[in-house]
């Protein structure tokens, strides 16, 4: 028996066993021989070495990254060229058309996935529009009970998404993602008719269950058709345009916050139903453009993106990426939910996730108010919202797909943290006497930092596996992304406002902490490396095929894995 050597890669003996499992499971991401690699695809490709693949996954060259013995041993012979599924073992497809089959994919798919988490985050930065209109005056009571309402979404959401990412891959997100679009539709038009505290509990309770599930789900669909590489960016694009929405929201509030009066509502009431009403229209659009994978897109409206050939690149290529995907659709099970909790390096992604994100809940939460706060009348402060969130949406686009490029996390997310924290001293020290335009200045440049969010998902997904695992994954990430509200939520107090001095302090803490565990997430991650690396150069061929056959290791636990730093 092999003692617990640990990884690198996995070498040409691995693949001798996929081909006599009976399926050959190429991906671009395993070491073979040229050779080898000539006999599965009929293209030649230059050979790296062990070393070689492990020091390229640190540049975000294609890296050396684990082909899963019981994915292999596991999947039927008949499943491997299987036109049901899409994917062929045996398919040579150029680099021009795999580029066209992503591009029709960025053009055809992520429009509606984008509009979808557009039509979410209008739903949940309302509140804010919503509050800067004295919502709580309105409806007889203070900030407090907001307050307590946002801790209580923030545990309520939570638990939607962990169960949302598992019924999410039960239902298919394909379906999965309307029905909820339609539920917290109806949800927020019915914060347009409440009338006191107990209400408002109620609606925000069901807006969190509501909501809570969407994003989970989304990340479990996206990973049906795009590769470990190209994730980082969509996901910068699907939080970039919650941003878009935040700015678009502000823009509308300071319109529809002046029919105040009109057939006897509020003005906050009326940005709640025509909220709500155009996110019901946008839950049966969704419903009928989601395909169920990059295979099905036949019979849908605006439909039939990709030919037979274009459908068969598109799931064979995300395969070949990441051999787990070849199960995509397997439902979960218990041992995956186990294996995700106890798992340390998900949790240091689930901490640095809800400490990285603590700021941003009081701030967010408070903006269009501290910017009137400056000077500015309601309207023209919802209004001032708009260039923070696309300033926020620009930068953190452009990192994130600087982030992808050179294969790269850790100081990415050192970068971004560095700059928040930069943006909260400048709120917190400015004089009171200083100009309201340089207040406003200190706003926009903290809110155009760069979010690590999507990266940071990105990043645990990628280094997370079996694909049961990584759904859970998912889920916990989501939740972990929301419930860090329920003590955020507190930070800024009545008593502190307008400037929230003793809040930012808190925020200081917060972000110096969150800028300390992107160092050790990545200093983790490049030691298991190195020590993998080196104890798996150490063993004999014969071990390494041993390993093969005895370990009930799976994804992220093989001691073959390579995680991206």
Request: net charge positive; aromatic share 14%.
């Amino acid at each position: 028996m092999i003692k617990s050597k640990l990884n690198g890669t996995i070498l040409s003996t691995s693949m001798k066993r996929f081909k006599s499992s009976g399926c050959v499971l190429f991906s671009t991401t395993s070491i073979m021989t040229s050779k080898e690699r000539h006999e599965v695809t009929g293209v030649s490709y230059p050979q790296l070495s062990a070393h070689e693949a492990v020091s390229s996954s640190s540049r975000g060259l294609p890296r050396e990254a684990p082909s899963h013995q019981s994915v292999a041993d596991s999947i039927p012979s008949h499943r491997c060229n299987s036109s049901a599924n899409g994917y062929h073992q045996d398919l040579v497809y150029s680099a021009e058309e795999e580029a066209t089959v992503r591009l029709i994919l960025d053009l055809r798919l992520m429009p509606f996935v984008l509009f979808s988490t557009f039509i979410l985050n209008m739903d949940r930065t309302n509140l804010s529009n919503a509050i800067s209109d004295n919502l709580p005056a309105d409806l007889g009571f203070t900030t407090a009970v907001v307050n307590n309402a946002n801790s209580m979404y923030a545990v309520l959401f939570s638990i939607a998404a962990f169960s949302g990412a598992i019924l999410g891959k039960y239902f298919g997100p394909h379906k999965y993602i309307p029905f909820l679009v339609l539920a917290w539709g109806l949800t927020t038009t019915g914060h347009g008719f409440i009338h006191n505290a107990p209400q408002y509990y109620l609606l925000r309770a069901l807006i969190a269950l509501t909501e809570g599930g969407v994003i989970p789900a989304t990340l479990i669909y996206l990973g049906t058709f795009y590769k470990r590489n190209e994730l980082a960016t969509r996901l910068s694009w699907f939080w970039g345009v919650q941003s878009v929405a935040s700015a678009v929201s502000g823009l509308m509030a300071s319109g529809i916050l002046q029919l105040r009066g009109k057939s006897g509502l509020f003005g906050w009431s009326w940005l709640f139903v025509i909220d709500g009403v155009i996110t019901i229209l946008a839950a049966f659009l969704l419903y009928f453009v989601f395909p169920r994978t990059p295979y099905y897109t036949k019979g849908l409206l605006f439909g039939n993106w990709l030919t037979e050939r274009q459908a068969t690149i598109a799931v064979t290529r995300v395969v070949r990426d990441d051999l787990l995907k070849l199960d995509y659709e397997v439902k979960v099970k218990f041992s995956d939910v186990w294996d995700a909790l106890t798992d340390y390096r998900v949790w240091g992604h689930l901490i640095i996730t809800s400490v990285g994100l603590t700021w941003g809940s009081p701030y967010a939460t408070y903006l269009p108010s501290i910017i009137k706060s400056f000077g500015f009348n309601v309207y023209v402060s919802n209004a001032l919202t708009a260039p923070n969130y696309i300033l926020g949406f620009i930068t953190m686009t452009l990192m994130t797909a600087h982030s992808d490029k050179v294969g790269e996390r850790g100081f990415h997310g050192v970068f971004s943290h560095a700059w928040i924290l930069i943006g909260i001293l400048l709120l917190q020290f400015l004089p009171d006497s200083a100009p309201r335009g340089v207040f406003y200045l200190a706003t926009l440049i903290l809110s155009g930092h760069p979010s690590t969010h999507p990266m940071n998902i990105a990043w645990m997904t990628e280094n997370t596996g079996p694909i049961g695992k990584r759904t859970v994954a998912s889920g916990l990430v989501i939740g972990a992304a929301n419930i860090y509200a329920v003590w955020a939520s507190q930070i800024y107090q009545p008593w502190d406002a307008p400037r929230y001095h003793f809040g930012n302090y808190v925020l200081i803490a917060f972000e110096v902490a969150a800028l300390l565990l992107w160092l050790g997430q990545k200093f983790l991650y490049v030691h298991l490396n190195k020590t993998r690396g080196t104890m798996w150069k150490g063993m004999s061929e014969d071990e390494k095929v041993e390993y093969d056959a005895m370990t009930k290791h799976t994804g992220s636990q093989r001691f073959d894995f390579i995680f991206k730093t």
